[in-house]
């Protein structure tokens, strides 16, 4: 018996660890356990065909893959997917290098702006910038560690180039953990460069483990409480405007009972919409500047 124990590793490519990794993680929904990235939204092309693409095939029966028309509209549907499911599953883009990669940029704002999870893997330059340029790389050759993915930093919540396969074992647990963090979700991306991902590396095996999450649920603190109970108590003509936060605690029939039994009207936000059905009592409309004009007299 050594002094050190050894650690039971497996030698695979940068690109097959991400994915063993992602299929490894599982959510509980409603009692039942699903996977936490139930699906990969892909465009193959220089970059992520090779390493990533070979992976996923490989993988077929435990991640599926839907190929797109175009990177933006994969990450639209993205976001659209994290929206109905409440946040609880994430789905997967992945595009090639360069033109493929800055398609994504603008769904990631719409995910940036509504926290949103989604993540996005896109093909990299090579780190040992050998073979450049290579097909629809579009870089600057004046700064040659930068690259058109840093186009992602404004609009996304995580953000990782991975330089080193071992890099893997850090970015890929802090990525998840911000795409489950209640207050601080939304896209994450992972710039994967083409020699990087068919790099071999020795994970641990432990890494590839079952691991089941869950959001956390944060509790509102008492005396934050107290204060929104003695406002609405001394409103004349209180107003509930129902956000996304909504949806994401599953308070709608909560929502509802309160409003009914107070009497008090309810607007909504665009990630609030359908807090309360149209046809409801309490329901006054959208409020903002592309709201109703009585949900916002009702907030005058």
Known sequence: MTAIEQVATVRITTAEAIVRYLIAQRIVIDGTEAPLFPGVLAIFGHGNVTSLGHSLEM???????????????????????????????IMVCTSSIGPGATNFVTAAGVGMANRLPMLFISGDTFVSRLPD??????????????TVNDAFRPVVRYWDRITHPAQVLSSLPHA????????????AFLGLPQDVAAEAYDYPVA?????????????????????AVRLLAAAKRPVIIAGGGVHYSRAEAALAAFAETHGIPVVETVAGKSSLLADHPRYVG???????????????
């Open 133 to 146: 340029p290579v097909l629809q790389q579009v870089e600057h050759f004046g700064a040659p560690s930068t």
């Open 286 to 300: 959208p409020v903002g500047v592309t709201g109703a004009d009585a949900a916002n007299a009702a907030c005058a």
């Open 207 to 227: 890494f590839f483990a079952p691991q089941v999450r869950a959001i956390p649920r944060p509790r509102p603190d008492a005396d934050e409480l107290a204060a």
């Open 176 to 187: 998840v953990s911000m795409l489950l963090d209640p207050g601080e979700c939304g896209p």
């Open 59 to 89: 993988h077929r029966d435990e991640i599926p893959v839907w190929r797109g028309q175009s990177e933006e509209g994969m990450g639209l549907a993205a976001a659209a997917f994290a929206k109905a499911m409440r946040r609880q599953q």
